[in-house]
């Protein structure tokens, strides 16, 4: 039904009081049930008389002619019609009627409105209306009107069959049409939602979701949407809603059309039988039902589409029994009587046979059609429901197949023999797929044959004992060969096989083989057969090959846990015999399991390791920070690797080396640690022997040099000495002559004290280069080492002549050292180029000095501009006992080589532009402070 039917059907009934002309409302039956003021004066009678009176007692001169007006109007048909009325000897002059359609709000038929006026025809005709075709001599409708009214008054009847909202709304936002659906679900007659404006009815919330969407529609906009309400009992509804402007000839908007499908109920069923694919995307036509009107007969009126091979339009006109199975004939017929007798909607199921041989069944709802008391056809709504009846049995029997095997798995879980467990699967998929025989072979080694291990069906006496060769011509050998599915539907007419002589002695029609996986390569062929013929499903083959799957995993499993046992065997005794410690931890870093040598070297039992009892042997020195460190890597899953001590009641101490590495779960979370101990306490005491002939060397190396600087500085120390005594000197002879004021002799005595000073610095810092003393790690600055080596070797590089520059980055960052041997460092460095330098017998030698920030540290050069002729120098420069000059030990750069080292830096060489050697010392940069240590410091 268009729009404009919508907008006729209920706009005439708004405001009728206020209008200055003659209206009347007249139901069914012609009985008038209301008149205004003006439309009692046109009749000479009162508003009241009016009431309830027949159309043939108001006007009974005029009633025929005016009937067919009326019962036009009630089918939505708007006309005019010009009245000549007389009242006693008065005679009015010719009215306008116009008659248009009216409903009743009380479920009822609808009625019509009859609106007179004096005002001339041509004021009317200018009206957008539509006039009834009547014959121009009696003024009665033609033949067509009548076919016009029977189609609108079906159109109606459909409308307010359907399950959807209908509405009609003009431009001022009122109701002028809702369809009976509507006064159904929201217990509301129509007539009281009638002329009223669309944010008086509903909620604000629904209101300003829906007035936008009409906005559009009044604007000319088609608009199709899903929205969500309410109804008048708060419960959440949803509506595929569709709101279509009404267009006139001229293009002006007259109003909209709302409809709307209610889905709850079909959403709910989508989600619980995923069976449902869409509702009506227009009210009729689209719809997933079909949609049939019959006469009460049975003669098909009218249907929305067709599932025969004719067209629609062949099958309009015959009877519905045409198209019902015999056997559902009669309880259709029932059905429809009962209809037809009560007047009350009914529900039947039948089958209809297509001609392409499948069978549909239909679940129809029958909905009566009434004029009065009398129903005059039916509307039969018939849902497809083939599907879901299929599918409703396939789910039984899929159900019933999960759950078999679901039990099957269950005991693949427990304890059961693996021989068991194939007998078990291959009856269980004999009874419910159902099949004829169903098997397992296995592959033997040879790779060329499968051997029976479960058979139902077949010869009990194969398991174990038969084999069959593998051959791709055989429907098992083919899907070893391809790990896939083979299906064979019929084995008489499929040239992809041959039977084998079991399979043709047991006359096997059908049949489909899968592969039982393995880790490496398949373990068998799981497979079925049928002696009749038959079309295995999706689901079908789904089902074996999970059965195929739990019969891998057993499988897998029972020859891991052989595996597991032949490798714990070897684990103990590999752990039993390890020369190392091996331990084991919960998640938690308590420890659960120590092997012998463990005990050995930590000199505790299994029962004192256990848990933390371990860190009770630790030394007293060791423990707090190898305990904090090693719950450090508990908590963050970070491996573990420290060297600590070990000390008994006797205070035997063994040092050792520990190491440990979490165990991951598949989410990445450390379940355990496994670790190992080393006993290094031999290696410890020869590194501390080591370090102590290392030290005497160093040692050894410093008085050589001081030796060799020895007559050096006897010259250093007499210029300060000699000068104090000559201002001590100065300053008897100045008290001895008695002229001397303290004015006079106090500079003198300054002097002295200054020049004593420093001849003491000379001799302190020598003595702390010379004297022997523990290696201690401090903070130091670069810059500062440089200037107190610097004022050591002045004196050498004045009488030598050679020039030393210092170049420094600023800021450079401290470094960790014992301030002594780096100085040892760079002596020997300066000293070298010295020598190097005095040896090449060139002019103007020059040493340079500089120190840069650089990656993780900083780095120092000593560059001499000194050129050297041996070709190994570069190779073999810090090699102990290497050098090159006649008198020279071949232990200086050694020595710094190893003091570097000790330091975790690096030292290397290389030739300059100036033809010398460039020495590089690198160093790492102090810790910040700011940052805690770790737990290893």
């Known amino acids: 039904m268009e729009p404009r039917a919508f907008r006729r059907a209920g706009q ?175 217990k509301v007659p129509r007539d009281q939602n009638i002329g009223k404006r669309v944010k008086d009815v509903i909620s604000s919330k629904t209101y300003n979701y829906f007035m936008p969407k009409i906005r559009q529609a009044l604007d000319g906009k088609t608009l199709r949407f899903i929205a969500t309400t309410q109804d008048q009992q708060g419960k959440q509804r949803i509506l595929e809603s569709q709101i279509v402007p009404d267009i006139d000839e001229d293009g002006q908007v007259l109003g909209c059309a709302f409809m709307g499908l209610d889905i709850t109920e079909r959403k709910q069923a989508e989600d619980d039988l995923r069976t449902s694919e869409e509702t009506s995307r227009t009210i009729m036509d689209s719809s997933l039902d079909y949609i049939v009107k019959i006469s009460p007969e049975g003669i098909i009126q009218y249907i929305n589409r067709s599932i025969t091979s004719m067209t629609v339009e062949h099958v309009i006109g015959k009877s519905l029994f045409d198209y019902i199975d015999n056997d559902f004939k009669k309880s259709t017929a029932e059905c429809l009587e009962e209809v037809a007798r009560t007047c009350k909607p009914g529900r039947y199921e039948s089958q209809y046979h297509h001609c392409s041989g499948k069978t549909y069944t239909f679940d129809a709802r029958v909905n009566p059609i009434l004029c009065g008391d009398k129903v005059v056809a039916m509307i039969i709504n018939s849902r497809d429901v083939t599907d879901q009846k299929r599918a409703a049995s396939e789910i039984r029997i899929r159900a019933a197949q999960h759950a078999a095997v679901a039990g099957l798995g269950l005991r693949a879980l427990g304890s059961v023999e693996l021989t068991e467990l194939m007998q078990d699967a291959v009856e269980v998929l004999a009874k419910v797929m159902p099949v004829d025989f169903a098997n397992v072979m296995e592959l033997m080694p040879d790779a060329e044959h499968f051997l029976f291990r479960a058979v139902v069906g077949w010869d009990p006496a194969w398991v174990n004992r038969r084999a069959l060769p593998i051959d791709e011509t055989s429907q098992a050998g083919r899907t070893f060969k391809t790990g896939e599915p083979v299906i064979v539907e019929d084995f008489d007419h499929d040239a992809r096989f041959v039977r084998t002589p079991a399979q043709e002695e047991a006359a096997v029609i059908s049949g489909v083989t899968v592969v039982i996986p393995g880790v490496d390569s398949p373990y068998g062929i799981l497979g079925v057969h049928c002696r009749s013929r038959r079309q295995f499903s999706n689901d079908d083959i789904s089902v074996l090959q999970t059965v195929a799957n739990v019969l891998a995993e057993a499988i897998d499993r029972t020859r891991i846990l052989q595996s597991l046992k032949v490798s714990e065997r070897r684990y103990q005794t590999l752990a039993r015999i390890s020369p190392v410690g091996i331990f084991r931890t919960d998640a938690f870093g308590k420890y659960v399991y120590v092997n012998q040598r463990y005990c050995e070297i930590s000199g505790i039992t299994t029962d004192q390791a256990m848990g933390e009892g371990w860190s009770r042997a630790l030394h007293a020195d060791d423990r707090s920070r190898v305990c904090n460190y090693w719950q450090l890597c508990c908590e963050t899953g970070e491996p573990f690797h420290e060297e600590f001590r070990f000390a008994d009641h006797g205070q035997s101490v063994r040092w050792v080396i520990a190491q440990a590495v979490p165990e991951t779960d598949r989410f990445g979370d450390a379940v355990a640690f496994v670790g190992t101990i080393t006993d290094i306490t031999q290696r410890r005491q020869l590194e501390q022997e080591a370090q102590l002939r290392r030290d005497e060397l160093i040692h050894i190396s410093r008085l050589n040099t001081m030796g060799e600087m020895a007559s050096g500085l006897a010259h250093e ?48 810092r020598l003595r702390d280069f010379v004297k022997k003393k523990p290696h201690a790690l401090v903070r130091l600055q670069l810059e500062e080492l440089f200037d107190d080596t610097r004022e050591m070797l002045d004196w050498e590089l004045r009488d030598k002549a050679i020039s030393m520059t210092a170049h420094f980055e600023k800021p450079l960052p401290d470094v960790m050292g014992d301030r002594v041997q780096l100085q040892q460092v760079v002596i020997n460095l300066v000293r070298n180029a010295t020598e190097a330098i005095t040896e090449s017998g060139s002019d103007g030698g020059r040493i340079e000095l500089s120190a840069f920030r650089s990656a993780g540290g900083v780095t120092m050069r000593v560059a001499a501009n000194a050129a050297t002729s041996c070709e190994l120098v570069l190779d073999n420069l810090f090699d102990t006992f290497f050098t090159t000059k006649p008198e020279g030990m071949g232990i200086g750069l050694s020595i710094c080589r190893s003091i570097v080292e000790a330091h975790a830096g690096r030292i290397s060489a290389c030739r300059n532009d100036q033809g010398g050697l460039t020495i590089e010392v690198s160093l790492p940069s102090a810790p910040d402070d700011s940052h805690p240590a770790s737990p290893r410091a």
């Open 12 to 186: 005439a009934t708004a405001h009728y009081d206020t209008l200055p002309i003659g209206i009347g409302l007249f139901d069914s039956r012609f009985h008038c049930r209301y008149a205004n003021r003006r439309f009692a004066e046109v009749l000479g009678l009162q508003p009241t008389e009016t009431s309830g009176q027949d159309l043939f007692e108001l006007l009974p001169d005029h009633a025929d002619e005016l009937t067919a007006h009326l019962e036009a109007a009630m089918h939505g048909y708007e006309s005019q019609h010009p009245l000549m009325l007389s009242t006693g000897d008065t005679e009015v002059p010719t009215l306008m009627c116009r008659f248009s359609r009216h409903e009743s709000g009380d479920g009822a038929m609808p009625g019509a409105c009859m609106t007179v006026d004096e005002l001339p025809a041509s004021l009317w005709t200018e009206q957008d209306h539509q006039s009834l075709p009547c014959d121009a001599t009696t003024g009665m409708p033609t033949e067509s009107w009548s076919a016009l009214v029977e189609s609108e008054r079906k159109l109606q009847l459909m409308i307010d069959s359907i399950p959807a909202f209908v509405m009609y709304i003009d431009n001022d936002t009122r109701y002028c049409f809702v369809n009976r659906y509507y006064e159904k679900r929201f």
């Open 717 to 764: 120390l007499n210029q300060p000495l000699a000068a104090a005594a000559m201002y001590a000197e100065s300053c008897v002879r100045k008290i001895n002559s008695g002229s001397g004021s303290c004015e006079e002799i106090t500079p003198l005595l300054e002097k002295m004290w200054d020049v004593i000073v420093r001849a003491g610095d000379i001799i302190h």
